[in-house]
């Protein structure tokens, strides 16, 4: 670099780097994506007949907005999370060495330190605010198009729609906290391997390879040290009541990761040595075959530990959580139907088992993930004589529940109100969750 010449500062480097994601017409299309493909489920979700139902919220979904937006949530924290990671940085550091403008740009532009923090800022932007219009977007569409009717959250709890805004604008945004280390994650395959393949399809194998450990075992070891565990800590804003134990270890996992990944980035970039033998592009395949190598080692040894430890999902947190739940459907149901406030002093009784184990009256000592779990629930006041409900329920690993009634004892699948007018019957199929903290 010529001598008095002063090198641009970090804010530069972003807006460069930034100009280059934007100027790909790949990435443009995937933005325009982001916000069309919302609004088109939008559409797709006020003319069906028939709802997504194995998803939270999907049973809503055209209903109200608010589910319509969460519905999204689901998939894309998931599998839109990982893919827009790996889409604006897993190509951002081996593009450089694709065209061989590593020592022009470190000679010539930036620093090094300059280079790494304008690239991660710049990709991490892009994934974000990508993510953000995604969010926007389906709950604009969804409010504008399915409506804005209250939401029944996952305690069976009804929210009215100024606390739905709130509660759904803050789990898009607590998904942001998922997604970092997912960035970070491309940046480091995009260093590391110096292939741009395995930079933008990397996290989205791992993401797949997570969501496979999550629904094969609930063993807390596991599930408290993978990196998807806080992708579900966004159920627990819409639980009643919230608990923030799940949310802040969920923070604290995602910050752990992103602090692992971003210092092995840093740490592999720092010690290259761009001018000799290791900038060669010869030495791009040994470092993809190690890392697909080690990848392939660790999920073997995660799906053999998945099971291993204790469980939180035990039949006892279960009881009380159904019982919870279904009282509040039925609160749900009466005001809906009737237009009055319901009695909320009925003492409600869960008793959950699985396995086809005869339901005693004590507490079973059934645990664990499966969909092989049954419930009775029964209106313990004498002057009822109310007869018990069974409910076939799915146990899922993540701690959420789908549950099935019995239609002869809650009814169909749509009833009507007191004027006639039909709704959906929210105890014919309701989900919910319990978390596994």
């Not at 409010?143 to 209250?150: F, L, N, W």
Request: glycine fraction near 12%; charge should be positive; proline fraction near 5%.
């Amino acid at each position: 670099m010529p001598a008095g010449r002063v090198r641009p500062g970090l804010a530069a480097t972003v807006r460069v780097e930034l100009a280059k994601l934007t100027a790909q017409w790949p990435l443009r299309i995937v933005i325009v994506l982001c916000v069309l493909v919302p609004v088109a489920f939008a559409v797709v979700m006020r003319a069906a007949s028939t709802m997504p139902a194995d998803t939270l919220f999907g049973r809503w979904a055209g209903t109200t907005g608010f589910a319509t937006s969460l519905t999204v949530l689901n998939w894309a924290a998931s599998y839109g999370a990982p893919l827009l990671a790996g889409v604006f940085a897993g190509d951002i550091f081996a593009s450089e060495d694709r065209l061989g403008t590593w020592k022009t740009i470190l000679t010539r532009s930036s620093t090094r330190t300059q280079l790494f923090m304008g690239k991660a800022v710049a990709a991490t932007l892009s994934v974000w605010i990508s993510f953000a219009m995604i969010g926007v977007s389906s709950l604009v569409a969804g409010v504008a198009v399915v409506g804005s009717g209250p939401l029944v959250g996952l305690s069976g709890q009804a929210i009215g729609s100024g606390s739905a805004f709130g509660l759904v604008t803050a789990s898009w945004a607590l998904s942001l906290v998922w997604i970092t280390p997912f960035v970070a994650l491309a940046l480091l395959l995009s260093i590391a391997s110096r292939s741009g393949i395995i930079g933008v399809l990397g996290p989205v194998l791992l993401a797949l390879v997570l969501q496979l450990l999550s629904t094969i075992g609930s063993g807390q070891i596991v599930r408290s040290v993978l990196p998807s565990t806080p992708l579900d800590a966004w159920h627990e804003l819409l639980t009643d009541p919230l608990r923030t134990g799940p949310v802040l270890q969920g923070v604290l996992t995602s910050v752990g990761y992103l602090a692992v990944f971003a210092c092995a980035a840093w740490y592999l970039l720092r010690r290259r040595d761009f001018a000799g033998i290791d900038g060669a592009p010869a030495n791009r395949r040994p470092a993809a075959v190690r890392i697909s190598v080690a990848v392939a080692a660790i999920t073997v040894v995660l799906l053999g530990l998945s099971g291993v430890g204790g469980t939180a999902l035990t039949a006892r947190r279960l009881n009380t959580s159904i019982a919870a739940t279904f009282g509040n459907l039925a609160e749900v149901r009466y005001e809906w139907q009737s237009g009055s406030p319901a009695d909320n002093t009925i003492p409600w009784q869960a008793n959950c088992n699985r396995g086809g184990t005869p339901i005693g009256v004590g507490v079973s000592d059934s645990s664990g993930a499966g969909d092989d779990w049954s419930c009775t629930i029964t209106d313990t006041r004498p002057s009822d004589g109310a007869g018990v409900t069974t409910l076939d329920l799915t146990l899922k690993s993540n701690g959420c529940y789908q549950v099935q009634s019995s239609p002869g004892a809650v009814g169909a699948l749509y009833v009507n109100d007191d004027h006639g007018k039909p709704f959906i019957n929210p105890l014919y199929a309701f989900d919910g969750c319990l978390g596994t903290s």
